[in-house]
């Protein structure tokens, strides 16, 4: 994996210490936004699998149900759950009874999917507005970077109004789950905001 640790175990990394053991951050965004990908880019899994895997002493676990997948990776005595939950309209209306100790949101667009840019903000709205996630810092990633059709990331920001998002912390960031670019960015984000909220 490098010198340095990437993805969720970069998180716990920086975490270590300055929070309590559990940590839980959802993952949403419509059907084809590339969710999956990006958790399995996360846990610095292959793509193409879905098997749990073994590196280096640190677990990964996945838990395959009818649209969601939990993915927990634990280390230095600290536990980082994502709970990763399907996009499909009549699953949509089940994303707000995983929302309660949300301690970060992951929001993924397809950034190629201009059709569909006005029903993700309208998602995106009514999950700032949920109760369960007042406060809780917002990652955007305007993922699939890598398609020549993509929106840029402040293009996107700009449709969806996110500078009336006052009440927390939000970052969009560019991305391509496929070849993890732009990934790590989010990731250091978040360790940042995490940390910050748990104070």
């Known amino acids: ?10 998180v716990i990394e920086k975490l270590k210490g300055t929070t309590e053991k559990e940590v839980r951050i959802v993952l949403l965004g419509l059907d084809n936004a590339g969710k999956t990908t990006l958790l399995k880019s996360l846990a610095s899994e292959d793509v193409n699998t879905i098997t749990p895997t073994q590196v280096m002493g640190f677990t990964f676990n996945m838990f395959c149900g009818i649209g969601f997948n939990i993915k927990s990776v634990a280390s230095h005595g600290m536990k980082l759950n994502v709970w990763d939950i399907g996009g499909q309209r009549k699953i949509r209306p089940f994303w707000k009874k995983y929302l309660e100790n949300t301690d970060l949101l992951i929001y993924v667009i397809d950034s190629a999917d201009k059709k569909r840019f006005e029903e993700t903000g309208l998602e995106l709205s009514e999950l700032i507005d949920e109760e369960n996630l007042k406060g809780v810092p917002v ?10 059709t993509a929106s840029p990331a402040s293009e996107i920001a700009e449709g969806l109004n996110l500078h009336t998002y006052r009440d927390r912390q939000w970052q969009i960031q560019a991305c ?6 732009g990934v790590q960015d989010g990731m250091n984000w978040i360790c940042n905001n995490i940390a910050n909220k748990k104070k």
């Open 1 to 10: 994996m490098g010198e340095a640790q990437k993805g969720l175990l970069s």
């Open 139 to 148: 990652l955007i990633f305007a993922n699939k970077q890598d398609l020549a």
């Open 176 to 181: 391509s789950a496929v070849s993890g670019e």
